[in-house]
């Protein structure tokens, strides 16, 4: 086999330009994937911000490994499996939130939309079913199944598919960039929520917000913000809905990027990371007051959702090999030490074509220059990343933004790779562009 990917496979967000130096993966080892030349990458994306202990981890593996041997998938339809159930108290635990009730899915959207579902739920409980509204913030991002879209702020998703969508109410965003564009509106993020609420005031029935944003171009609002959220859920009554599918699992240094805001979210939406990249598995993590309307002790009709592989019990064996390793004895004090680097390996990165750099945890957008140029930024992102990927280290653009997320398990040699290639590609992109005064 070459590396050479065949066009009847599609592949999601793709197009000519993304495939350009295309690779296909083997295997994987640690935090490095090698293709079927055997040609070795750092992965500094952490194949999409999942994989964070790296690949072949062996508890993880030895998890998934010793549960094939009991039973591959149990229908979580009217019964469970051990796996789940295990997982269920453990994740609680991890959180500190063992009062909370969990559902699992495959994947954020999904978990997105049983956070829907639940709201609803919880407003047609109380005999308010003209809640109808979740109010959502200016090119947020939560996720690509229909409902998930409804309460994304991304234009350009939303555009092609307008059909699908349910009606939104969106503020403006916390954050004055997104994917390398500069809002233009002055109007502050709170006072646009004021506004909504000012006219929408008994038909809310929830606000999703992004601690972090990620799909946006990595941006991070202040930590106020949130808290000011809360407080006016609290005060209106509305459920706040925390998506940490991107953020969670310490990739902003924290267990949960929400946590530097202590808040107290209703629901909160995992993903990604929960099974450390080894197979899907996302979670809908609910208060007490909503985990309760799903309780069998009651007659209620349920919860009118669920999908087949929901919850599957090799999915549910690596979140827990995850959890074991991101609470054994020396991972935190690892982690943040290997933070630390990252840090000052990033405030050294220079050159002309850099705008700002962002950065939390092992989570690091660089942002290119943007003028009236802006596609020819943007494609320049674009170009890096192909660069960077020819010196065998894998990251990927956010608009006019470089992406950098190792996996938590990189040395500072494989860190000095990351940066180095990366200053290396600027230096090869940019060598015939303009300089900058």
């Not at 992406?403 to 990366?422: G, K, R, S």
Request: charged content about 25%; aromatic content about 10%; glycine content about 8%.
């Amino acid at each position: 086999m070459n590396n050479t990917i065949p066009n009847n496979l599609i592949l999601p967000f793709t197009n000519a330009d993304h495939t350009k130096d295309e690779v296909v993966i083997e295997r994987g080892e640690g935090p490095y994937l090698f293709d079927v030349s055997g040609k070795k990458y750092l992965d500094g994306s952490s194949s999409l911000w999942v994989s964070i202990l790296g690949h072949n981890h062996p508890i993880i593996t030895q998890r998934i490994t010793d549960q094939a041997r009991k039973i591959s998938h149990a229908s979580l339809f009217g019964g469970a499996h051990t796996p789940a159930i295990e997982l269920t108290q453990r994740l609680l635990e991890f959180m500190g939130l063992p009062e909370y009730s969990v559902f699992f899915s495959n994947s954020g959207s999904e978990a997105i939309e049983a956070a829907m579902k639940m709201t609803m739920d919880y407003w047609r409980e109380k005999n308010e079913s003209k809640r109808k509204y979740i109010v959502t913030f200016e090119n947020s991002y939560h996720g690509e199944t229909s409902g998930a879209m409804s309460v994304s702020g991304f234009q350009d998703h939303g555009k092609m598919y307008p059909h699908l969508l349910l009606q939104k109410l969106e503020a403006r965003s916390p954050v004055s960039t997104v994917m390398g564009k500069r809002l233009a509106t002055k109007q502050k993020p709170l006072d646009s929520l004021d506004e909504i609420i000012e006219r929408h005031l008994d038909e809310i029935a929830a606000i999703i917000v992004e601690p972090a944003y990620g799909a946006g171009g990595i941006l991070f609002p202040d930590e106020l913000f949130l808290k000011r959220v809360e407080a006016l859920c609290r005060e209106h009554g509305y459920l706040l809905i925390v998506d940490e599918v991107a953020t969670g699992f310490y990739r902003t240094g924290t267990k949960f990027c929400y946590e530097a805001s202590s808040v107290q979210p209703d629901i909160i939406v995992l993903g990604k990371a929960l099974s450390a990249g080894y197979l899907p598995l996302s979670a809908t993590v609910a208060a007490p007051k909503i985990g309760e309307l799903y309780s069998r002790k009651n007659r209620r009709p349920g919860f009118m959702h669920g999908h087949t592989f929901s919850g599957n019990p090799l999915a549910c064996s690596a979140a827990l090999g995850n959890i074991e390793v991101l609470e054994s004895p020396d991972f935190v004090d690892t982690l943040q030490s290997g933070i630390e680097y990252f840090s000052e390996k990033i405030r050294s990165l220079l050159h002309p074509s850099i705008a700002e750099t962002r950065q939390k945890g092992y989570f690091a957008g660089i942002e290119l220059f943007d003028d009236e140029k802006e596609a020819d930024w943007r494609k320049a992102a674009l170009d890096v990343c192909n660069a960077a990927k020819k010196n065998g280290v894998l990251i990927r653009p956010l608009g006019n933004t470089v992406v950098l997320a190792p996996p938590y398990i990189v040395e500072q040699t494989d860190i000095d790779t990351l940066i180095n290639t990366l200053q290396e590609a600027l230096h090869t992109i940019f060598h015939n562009y303009r300089t900058y005064e």
